[in-house]
């Protein structure tokens, strides 16, 4: 376990943006470096700019030590920015924002390349912003994009099922609760009308505004995206959580997914298969705070143009 200490670190709250509606903080690392690139935090859902959990901030504080500067914000409409009237889809109001943030700390700390780090939606946003803007030289994704592969349905029966299988009593409660519920469905139905039940078209709209959310690519199209930024040298952190073993069950499965990949040295894995998806324990925050760092001491960042 790694002791993040309590350092003390200059930070400064921020305005920006074409509106100037969005606001951050910036961390000033304790000594810069100059090569160092600048990290930038992205937010997911409705979560604020200090991450989950506080994740945002230690990360930050951390990566000043290193001599990093680190930018944690909120996207219009979340924490302390205020809503766009630019319009737009969610990924690409994302995405211009995120641009900003650039423009921003290029203009005003004199930062030229940049890291973007962020969780489930926010590491979308990080993949998608690298792929158009060629100042980004690393991301690093956080319960990015998964797809079932290589050993996954082995180890997803072997870690999820079966430790459940032997919880007797749990089953039984569970399959009582079960009856139970398909009974009180099939006594609903005799007395419900057709005017209270949901439609196929309400079934469709919310299938729709969840694909609004976080629309997940098909596999392939992942793939050629990765394999353009490898080859642009993007150096490429996937950290995955045990909270995601419906895509995701061991470490190695990201080469399964990509096996044209598997010897990039721009790409890395690392799994941690006790942790929830928003690291609510302290110890797994200080486990993806130390592979970070570690992530960031020992990449290049010398992406080229694609």
Partial sequence: MVDI??????????????????????????????????????????LHHIGPTRLHVELARSLATQGVAGLRFDLSGAGDSESSSLGGDFTERSIREVTEAMDYLQHHHDHQHFVLLGLCSGADDALATAQRDPRVVGI????????????????????????????????????????????????QDRVSSPKNSQTDADQQALIQLDDDYRYIPPQSETGETLMRLCTAETDILFLYTGSEHDTYTYEGQLRAMFPELSDNVHLAERYLP?????????????????????????????????
């Fill in 5 to 46: 200490p309590d350092i003390k670190v200059l930070e400064t709250a921020c305005a920006f943006g074409s509106q100037c509606q969005l606001t951050g903080i910036y961390t000033a690392p304790t000594d810069r470096q100059e090569k160092q690139p600048c990290a930038l935090f992205l937010t997911a859902g409705l």
């Fill in 140 to 187: 690093a994704l956080l319960n990015g994009y998964a797809y079932p592969a290589g050993r996954f349905k082995f180890h997803r029966v072997l870690k999820f099922y079966l430790p459940r299988l032997f919880m007797w009593q749990k089953l039984l409660n569970r399959t009582t609760a079960l009856r139970q519920r398909v009974q009180s469905v099939f006594n």
């Fill in 274 to 306: 006790k942790a929830d998806h928003t690291l609510i324990l302290k110890e797994d925050r200080e486990t993806v705070v130390r592979w970070t760092g570690e992530w960031f001491s020992n990449s290049a960042f010398s992406r080229t143009r694609l």
